[in-house]
């Protein structure tokens, strides 16, 4: 026997994923879908893992409940499990915990076959669900339902915790006190596909879970931890999610860690303010301009201004210290009429962290154009932050007066940021009708 083959897992059980339902707690199955294959999620995140569509069945002695559905190409693989332990007439609940198409692909077909059904989800699921629906949404059952909130099953219930933008502002948690299972939709989720499906029957997939949080719930981190408020006091065995590994080993444990994901470093106990300036440059006029503003932000008490070179940089690494920094400022040269990919790689990535209200500035060299720096600009303003000045443009190499211009650009940039000067926005529709 090839010793490799010594270490071989068998493949089947990860990818073909089980047969049927699969029992989760008393009265609980799993009916969800297995997706190996999938190695791009929401177009944004890289699933190496693949990931799994978690959709469960709850019966009670009054009536089933169905918890969210799955992507629909995977609804034959969702009916085959559904029929396994029930029948469609006797489907009285269905739960969208949130409304994402991958959660949502099989409701127009479930409402088809079980039109008596109540469909149960947030207020702000509503007019997603009639999006969905079209015409269907006006003979479906639609109630919403929120924090307090609960229906019943005879012998088991439901109730309902409402915990928006985790991830879209449709989403809510729901809670089956009977068996101590909380289902939490994409809250608690992993891309990672496993049709062992029990936190400690997989592998090890603590990346998956870190990278899932960091790619679709960091830039939510506050609500997420409103959420994590809410449902702690419930005394659950279990999380129930709707992507990856059931949580049931030590499910504390995977709150506790995300909650330490979405809690923000503390910054070092001090009044100081933090500059961040990043730069790229082709023949270090912009670099030039990047070191003047940096030394015009240092002569400001209380202020610490950090430069970095985002040539040849991953921009992973930086996104902790933007999240903790008061201001940010980037330069750019035009290049073809635009700012360089790196620097549009840095501004893709701030959608990951909360920057509303943080004080952005944009600078740059230029030839002729230079379109640079306002597009900059425009995307900083998106972001919502606050830019106090218009961005400093230099033809070609800068001068030493252009580069004194720099320095004073720097100080008033960290005086926003002190305090020391009255805050500022610029009004850049003002500025153009100039
Ligand atoms: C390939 C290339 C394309 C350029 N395209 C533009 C342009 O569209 N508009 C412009 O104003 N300057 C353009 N420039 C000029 C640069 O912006 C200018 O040389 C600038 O000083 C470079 O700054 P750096 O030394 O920080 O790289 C271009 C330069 C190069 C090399």
Redesign the pocket.
């Given at each position: 026997m090839p010793s490799e083959a010594l270490h071989l897992r068998p493949a089947a059980p990860r990818t073909t994923g089980p047969e049927g339902a699969v029992p989760v707690a008393h009265g609980v199955h799993w009916i969800g879908a297995l997706d190996p294959g999938l190695r791009s999620f929401d177009v944004i995140l890289k699933t190496a893992n693949g990931t799994t569509y978690n959709s469960y069945l709850v019966r009670g002695t009054e009536g089933v409940a169905v918890i969210d559905t799955v992507k629909a190409e995977f609804a034959p693989a969702f009916f085959e499990r559904l029929e396994a332990v029930a029948r469609y007439d006797e489907i009285r609940y269905i739960v969208l915990n949130h409304l994402e198409p991958d959660h949502t692909g099989a409701v127009p077909e479930l409402i088809r076959r079980a039109p008596q059904a109540e469909i149960l989800l947030s207020p702000r699921g509503l007019p997603m669900l009639r999006a969905l629906l079209g015409e269907a949404f006006a003979t479906a059952q639609v109630k919403p339902v929120t924090t307090g909130h609960a229906v019943s099953l005879g012998n088991r219930s439901l109730a309902f915790f409402n915990t928006p933008y985790v991830h879209w502002p449709d989403t809510q948690c729901t809670w089956l006190p009977e068996e101590r299972v909380l289902f939490t939709c994409d809250l608690f989720g992993s891309h990672f596909c496993d049709g062992r499906l029990f936190e400690d029957r997989v592998d090890d997939f603590r990346h998956a879970f870190d990278n899932y949080f960091d790619r679709i719930m960091r830039p939510f981190r506050s609500f997420v931890i409103s959420a994590l408020d809410l449902i702690e006091p419930l005394d659950f065995a279990m999380i129930a999610p709707a992507h990856g590994p059931i949580l049931r080993a030590a499910p504390r444990d995977w709150l506790a860690r995300t909650r330490a994901l979405a809690t923000p470093r503390t910054k070092a106990e001090t009044a100081e303010k933090v500059l961040l300036i990043f730069y790229v440059?082709?023949?270090?006029?912009?670099?030039q301009l990047a070191q003047a503003i940096h030394d015009g932000a240092e002569e400001e008490e209380g202020v610490r201004v950090s430069l970095f070179d985002l040539e040849g940089a991953d921009i992973g690494p930086f996104l902790d210290l933007i999240e903790e920094a008061d201001g940010l400022a980037i330069g750019t040269?035009?290049?073809?009429?635009d700012a360089v990919r790196t620097v549009w790689d840095l501004l893709a990535r701030l959608v990951d962290i909360e920057t509303r209200g943080k004080m952005g500035a944009a600078f740059g060299?230029?030839?002729?154009?230079?379109e640079a720096v306002r597009l900059v600009e425009t995307r900083l303003q998106g972001l919502k932050m606050r830019l106090p000045e218009p961005g400093l443009r230099v033809k070609?190499h800068p001068s030493d007066e252009e580069l004194e211009e720099g320095r004073a650009f720097g100080r008033r940039l960290a005086q926003q940021l002190t305090g020391r000067a009255p805050p500022r926005e610029i009004d850049f529709a003002e500025l153009a009708a100039r």
């Open positions: 440059s082709a023949y270090g006029a912009t670099a040269p035009t290049i073809n009429g060299s230029y030839g002729w154009s230079g070609l």
